[in-house]
C-alpha cells in the first residue's frame, strides 16, 4: 500500500494497512541534526517511509521587502520583524523572527485601516512552479500538502495580532468591531485570491490545504466561541469551500485549548484538526476522538512541550503507543507531533519517536 492509498483509506476512516505518518522540525532541529548525524531532512523523510509532503508554493516577486537601520525587515503585511535568537543547549539553537511593531496599532478609523498602503497583492508571487512541485511528490506516490511559510499561513486572527497587535485586536473585538472586521476583510481578500491561484496553478494535484491560525491557549480559547462565529466563522468558511472546490481536504492547524471552537470549524467543513497539544486545557485526546472522532479526523498530539524535550525514550515510546491505541482506531488519524520538534529535543528521544512510529503503528 503506498503513501496516497493508505493516507486517504485513514482519512475515510476506513483501516489501512498502518497509522499514516507525518513529520513536522524546526529548521534549529533540522541544523542540529545535521550537525550532530550529518542527516538531511530528506532523508529521514525517505528513510521512514513519511506519507505526507509538503510543497514550497510560489516565489515572492513582489516590492522589495522593507529593511530598517535598527535590524528589522518588513514581512508582506509590512510588519517589521527583528531577528531573535534563542540558544537551546548542546550548541543547538531555534531562530525567530520576531515582530517589532504593529502598524495599523494607533489606527482609529475603517478609512484608515483601508488606505493602510502596506495590504498585499496576490500578483506579488511566481505561481509557474507549483504543478511541478506537485508533481514530484505525485510521482513517489505520496501526499501533497500545502502549507506555506510561518509568516505566510492561511488564517485570520494571527495576521491581525500581527497588524494590529495582539491585545489592540483583541480588544477590538469588543469595543472596535468595524475596525476589526475592516482588518479581517482585508486579510480574508489577499488570502482567497492567494489560495485560489495556487489551486488553479496545481492543475488538481494538490491533494490537502493545511491553514494554521492559532485560536487557543493554554488554559482556553483565545476568543469566545460567540465571537469566533461572528468574527472568524466567515472567514473560515470561505477558505474551506473555495479548497473543496478544488478537491482539497482541509486540515487546520491551532495550538492551544480549542476544544469549544472545534464543533463550530466542523460545521464549517474542516476535515482535519491539526495540533491537539496534549498539555493544553480539556484538549485530551480519548475525550476528543470519543466525540468528534467518527466525522473528524485528527493530525499530532504528541507533546513537544514536555515529552520529546524532557521524557525518556521510553516515556516517548509509551506516548506514541498511547496515541495510536487512542487515536487510530477506525483510521481518521495521522500520527505527529503536536508542532515542530524544537532544537532542545535529544536526538536519542527523535530515534525513540520514530522506531515508535514503526512498532506501534502498524493495524493488527
Known amino acids: ?174 469595543l472596535n468591531s468595524d475596525l476589526a472586521r475592516a482588518i479581517f476583510s482585508h486579510i480574508r481578500e489577499f488570502y482567497c485570491a492567494y489560495a485560489e491561484r495556487i489551486f488553479e496553478a496545481a492543475k488538481g494535484k494538490l491533494d490537502i490545504l493545511l491553514m494554521g491560525d492559532d485560536f487557543g491557549a493554554q488554559n482556553g480559547p483565545l476568543i469566545a466561541p460567540q465571537m469566533w462565529v461572528d468574527f472568524i466563522g466567515e472567514g473560515f468558511s470561505n477558505y474551506v469551500d473555495l479548497a473543496k472546490s478544488y478537491g482539497l481536504r482541509v486540515m487546520h492547524h491551532t495550538c492551544g485549548a480549542v476544544r469549544p471552537i472545534i464543533p463550530l470549524m466542523m460545521a464549517r467543513g474542516l476535515d482535519i484538526l491539526q495540533s491537539l497539544q496534549p498539555e493544553a486545557l480539556d484538549m485530551d485526546p480519548q475525550a476528543l476522538k470519543s466525540e468528534f472522532g467518527d466525522q473528524l479526523a485528527f493530525h499530532g498530539g504528541i507533546s513537544i512541550q514536555k515529552t520529546l524535550p524532557f521524557g525518556t525514550s521510553e516515556e516517548v515510546c509509551n506516548e506514541v503507543r498511547n496515541r495510536i491505541e487512542t487515536l487510530a482506531q477506525g483510521g481518521g488519524y495521522i500520527l505527529c507531533t503536536s508542532h515542530n520538534i524544537q532544537a532542545d529535543t535529544p536526538v536519542e528521544n527523535l530515534n525513540a519517536l520514530l522506531n515508535a512510529y514503526k512498532q506501534y503503528g502498524r493495524y493488527m
Not at 16 to 21: A, G, L, N, S
Not at 61 to 76: C, F, H, N, R, V
Not at 90 to 117: M, R
Open 1 to 174: 500500500m503506498n503513501s496516497r492509498e493508505r493516507t486517504f483509506l485513514a482519512l475515510n476512516f476506513e483501516v489501512p494497512d498502518r497509522v499514516p505518518m507525518d513529520f513536522w522540525m524546526s529548521k534549529g532541529f533540522e541544523r542540529k541534526l545535521e550537525s550532530a548525524l550529518g542527516l538531511r531532512k530528506e532523508e529521514i523523510l525517505e528513510t521512514h517511509d513519511i506519507d505526507l509532503r509538503y510543497v514550497e508554493g510560489p516565489d515572492y516577486i513582489g516590492p522589495p521587502l522593507a529593511k530598517s537601520q535598527d535590524g528589522s525587515e518588513g514581512d508582506i503585511w509590512g510588519v517589521p520583524r527583528k531577528t531573535v535568537i534563542v540558544p537551546t543547549g548542546d550548541g543547538a539553537a531555534e531562530t525567530y523572527k520576531e515582530v517589532s511593531a504593529s502598524p495599523l496599532g494607533s489606527a482609529t478609523t475603517v478609512e484608515e485601516i483601508n488606505a493602510y498602503a502596506h495590504w498585499p497583492s496576490p500578483d506579488w508571487f511566481d505561481y509557474s512552479t507549483i504543478e511541478a512541485q506537485c508533481e514530484a511528490i505525485r510521482k513517489e506516490e505520496r501526499v501533497v500538502v500545502f502549507m506555506g511559510d510561518r509568516l505566510n499561513r492561511m488564517a485570520q486572527l494571527k495576521p491581525a495580532m500581527y497588524l494590529r497587535g495582539i491585545e489592540r485586536i483583541l480588544v477590538d473585538l469588543s
